[in-house]
């Protein structure tokens, strides 16, 4: 493997920041020193200014192998989140058909095997994720796979929930849902409000999420079983998973990028990119997720990577799938959220490496979903899984510029402050200067 020193970078550990010297060599951090001698043929990377911490790691990516290969595939949506700055994500299981069994969870793992970072899996709760039976759970966590989800619905049946609760409790693995009561959202299409009444749209009330959310905290004290709640959009939902965390039950929650930087009046220009489940909301509780994430009320910035082929997201309004591209943009729109200037590196690392690493049990290896370990502390002797971010780097997005086959990206043209100008993965150099390798 190849050897590298990363120069007067701060680095960022769990609970402080200095000015140091990365020494890596054979997939290993080897070395973190006010100075370190550079051995013998090494790469060394001048990194004054930025910021040096875990790589990355997203826990909710869809990457649509099997099934949708148009819209992006296990190999470039890995080149995307590299792009981004992810050394791991976890793959979501409404792939067609669904990651619901031992075969398919060794086919993404394989085919994740072969791309420049680690790539875990998320396994369906329920077959087919139809929301009727129960998945095969314990044969999919023999595999390694420490999360489960429905995701792109919630588990409707509140029995149906509890009983794969009890079912997962003693399996170690963690339990992630999607909240939205699918008869509350009753076919909504945005945020039930003001703007979707003028605009003549079928609103999703913000009861409908939040109503699950309330359900399944329940679910977990009566099971004691670990949830993690997926995507949150307001300021409730968040407020009610702080206070059971207070309690001592086992919750953690995520927040996606589109929601604390984009609000329901984008949705005044019907255009389908903007349209996702849970919607955006009002300005009041973008802010107010803003806020969350600033006080470490949430667990983990999560992506909700959503890519559709063009002509999906070319149809009317109401037929169009929702969901929207994440990846190449997260680290850049949580620095801003938290401030920009003002931002913390140890909660920006919190945030996008470490939490979610704790929440998708990849903070060790795991030779059976061939994962190295991520989000760590940034010491001498953990996995070479490190980025290297700059927050001084002024950018706009572009959609032709996307590493993603898909182009449903609803930032294009924005002006963006930081970016990821290094990730290195498995011990080895996948992003320098801002470009794939």
């Known amino acids: ?95 067609e058909p669904a990651l619901d069994n031992p075969a398919l969870v060794s086919y993404v793992l394989d085919r994740g095997a072969r791309t420049p970072i680690d790539v875990a899996v998320a396994g369906a709760i329920t077959q087919g994720r139809r929301g009727a039976l129960l998945a095969p759970m314990a044969e999919m966590a023999a595999l390694g796979v420490r999360l489960f989800t429905d995701d792109g619905v919630g588990v409707q049946d509140p029995s149906l929930m509890r009983r794969a609760l009890v079912y997962a409790k003693p399996l170690g693995v963690r339990l992630a849902q999607h909240c939205e009561d699918e008869q509350l959202a009753g076919g909504g299409t945005m945020n039930e409000g003001v703007v979707s009444s003028r605009l003549g749209l079928v609103g999703r009330p913000m009861l409908a999420e939040e109503l699950m959310v309330l359900r399944d905290i329940e679910l977990v004290r009566l ?64 802010a107010a997720l803003r806020a969350a994430l600033v006080a470490g009320h949430v667990d983990a910035v999560a992506t909700d990577h959503a890519p559709h ?80 971010f700059d927050p001084n780097v002024r950018w706009t997005a572009r959609r032709d510029a996307l590493k993603s086959r898909a182009t449903n990206c609803p930032y294009d043209g924005r002006a963006m402050l930081g970016r990821v100008c290094v990730l290195i993965a498995k011990g080895e150099l996948v992003v320098n200067n801002g470009a794939l390798v």
């Open 223 to 286: 099971t004691g079983c670990p949830m993690h709640f997926m995507h949150l959009s307001t300021a409730r939902s968040i407020a009610l998973v702080s206070a059971a965390r207070l309690e001592g039950l086992p919750v953690t929650c995520e927040v996606a990028p589109h929601h604390f930087t984009l609000d329901e009046d984008s949705m005044t220009t019907f255009d389908p990119i903007f349209k996702v489940h849970p919607p955006l909301r009002g300005a009041e509780e973008v």
């Open 1 to 95: 493997m190849s050897t590298f020193v990363l120069r007067q970078g701060l680095v960022v550990g769990e609970t402080s920041s200095a000015v140091r010297d990365v020494w890596i060599e054979d997939g290993l951090i080897r070395e973190v020193a006010p100075h370190v001698q550079a051995p013998k043929g090494s790469t060394e990377i001048d990194v004054e200014g930025c910021w040096v911490g875990p790589g990355l790691v997203d826990v909710h990516t869809h990457l649509r192998e099997p099934g949708h290969e148009e819209a992006e595939t296990i190999e470039s949506g890995a080149q995307a989140g590299a792009l981004g700055g992810f050394s791991a994500v976890v793959a979501m299981p409404n792939t």
């Open 309 to 388: 082929a063009p002509e999906m997201k070319d149809l009317p309004f109401d037929e169009a799938p929702p969901g929207m591209l994440g990846l190449e943009h997260a680290a850049a729109l949580t620095y801003e959220a938290l401030g920009a200037e003002s931002a913390s590196p140890l909660t920006f690392f919190s945030l996008l490496s470490r939490g979610p690493a704790r929440v998708a049990q990849l903070r060790a290896r795991d030779a059976r979903l061939r994962h190295g370990a991520h989000g760590g502390a940034m010491l001498a002797g953990e996995d070479a899984n490190v980025v290297v």
